[in-house]
């Protein structure tokens, strides 16, 4: 997912993206441990689409305080 893309959503649905990749993510950890993963780098894609999604969030938070 880009940031483009991400700062078109609202806080709502950007926190809704966050808690289901979240639980996407705790699911392949799960997986992980049971060792049958089918894609491990998509634990790394997770991690980093909720990090984009934290940024902009913190973003349009920031703006909306000025």
Do not use: C, W, Y
């Not at 700062?7 to 049958?36: H, Y």
């Not at 934290?54 to 349009?60: A, H, I």
């Amino acid at each position: 997912m880009k940031a483009k893309d991400i700062r078109n959503l609202t806080e709502d649905q950007i926190n809704k993206k966050i808690a289901d990749l979240k639980e996407e993510l705790f699911n392949l950890k799960f997986q992980a441990a049971l060792g049958n993963i089918e894609k491990p780098a998509r634990m790394n894609e997770i991690k980093r689409d909720i990090a984009r999604l934290k940024t902009v969030l913190t973003e349009k938070s920031a703006s909306k305080a000025e």
